[in-house]
């Protein structure tokens, strides 16, 4: 009997006769961008005599942030924290919104100082700010809060910051540094070592020594579940291997991870679409998405795969423009669409991409065949 209880991730077949689309059962919006977007075109809307500005990019997608740019929305920094608005040119009455990623202690109360009220159109993710109350209590316990996350990603350094409110904290960005660390945890490695090693990832008076003797592990919302898992487990092995496994709960805190449910439910579905038998796989998203650089990892375990942001990257039957994200760098590839038939790609999205932008990729795409059926024929089929 199917349990109910259990979430189908199971891929949707859109079978368009010469070539055929895996569908990711979940992808696409989720709920902390959705309402994102709607509170900053409400803030556009009620403040129309007013500047509005965005701490950074909305999300990470190119589209969206263009349109709130052509409507007046001006972005105070980029992603990477480079500063493209002086704080200075920040007057009380202006409207300043809060990305989904949230921001740091620091800058929310330089904002307050100078008089800006923001938590109107504050659009925090509930999802982010459960990863701070989780920080909050490790610290509370006398954890040292490890954070799985990417240093330079805006919801790492807002969680960092809100983490080192209450306890000591560290950042790693995979298991490479989570290894790194336990060398430290271990002992083997000095003090000074560490400093030059973790600079810029450890709060303030941080001290190895002490603070790497009871420890808990939380992550930015969008990480790779498995290597959360992983790097959590190895802190754990390292904490038994120190102090005995009777003593485990005196120096490790055993927690849940702390990624949001739109990851988890796109990274169950991705793992799904790796069942499939497709040629290929198109995965559309911002190329400084973190959830969607993870949908693209996991893609390729398994096929050819091709990480774009609109479909504008397909620009023939043969050549495809595309992101390797190892390399940071945009590359071209030839004769992407096997010659055969049919055709089978997975198609998905992060969670930052409206859906539309993943028709746009299925259509562009169907140019390519023109003996195929119809959307309206395939929609009917599937129900
Ligand atoms: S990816 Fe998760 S944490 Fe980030 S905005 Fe979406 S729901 Fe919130």
């Not at 199971?10 to 079978?15: A, E, F, N």
């Not at 950074?56 to 480079?82: A, C, P, Y």
Request: with cysteine.
């Amino acid at each position: 009997m199917k349990d109910l209880r259990k979430q189908d991730f199971s891929p949707t077949l859109l079978d368009f006769g010469p070539v055929q689309f895996y569908l990711a059962r979940h992808f696409g919006f989720c709920y902390g961008v959705e309402n994102a977007i709607e509170i900053s075109y409400r803030a556009l809307e009620e403040n129309p005599d007013k500047r509005v500005f965005l701490l950074s990019q909305m999300i990470h997608n190119q589209e969206v942030n263009n349109d709130l740019q052509s409507r007046g929305i001006k972005f105070i920094m980029d992603t990477d924290g480079k500063q493209f608005i002086p704080w200075d040119e920040l007057k009380p009455d202006d409207i300043v919104i809060i990305p989904a990623f949230g921001t740091t202690v620091e800058i929310e109360h330089m904002l307050l100082n100078k008089g800006l009220e923001v938590q109107k159109y504050n659009t925090t993710c509930p999802f982010v700010e459960k990863v701070w109350n989780r920080s909050e209590k490790l610290g509370a316990e006398n954890h040292t809060i490890i954070i799985h996350g990417k240093p330079n990603h805006e919801e790492t350094r807002a969680t960092f910051s809100h983490s080192a409110k209450s306890g000591a904290a560290v950042i790693v960005r995979d298991m490479e540094d989570a290894a790194k660390l336990g060398e430290y945890v271990m002992g083997h490695k000095s003090n000074e070592e560490f400093f030059e090693e973790f600079a810029w990832k450890h709060s303030e008076s941080f001290d190895p020594t002490r603070d790497l003797q009871r420890v808990g592990v939380v992550n930015q919302t969008t990480m790779l579940a498995t290597e959360t898992q992983a790097i959590a487990d190895y802190f754990k092995q390292l904490m038994i291997q120190q102090y005995g496994a009777e003593n485990l709960k005196e120096h490790f805190a055993d927690t849940r991870d702390t990624l949001c449910y739109a990851t988890n439910d796109n990274q169950d579905s991705t793992y799904q679409l790796l069942e499939t038998d497709a040629d290929l796989a198109i995965v559309v998203g911002g190329y400084n998405s973190s959830n969607t650089s993870h949908i693209v990892e996991l893609c390729e375990r398994k096929f050819p795969t091709y990480f774009i942001n609109s479909e504008k990257e397909i620009k023939s039957i043969s050549e495809i423009h595309h992101f390797n994200y190892h390399k940071k760098e945009k590359q071209v590839t030839n004769n992407f669409l096997p010659d055969k038939r049919p055709v089978r790609i997975v198609l998905t999205s992060g969670a930052s991409c409206p859906d539309t932008l993943v028709d746009r990729v299925m259509l562009k795409v169907m140019e390519f065949y023109p003996d195929a059926k119809s959307v309206e024929t395939v929609l009917n089929q599937v129900g």
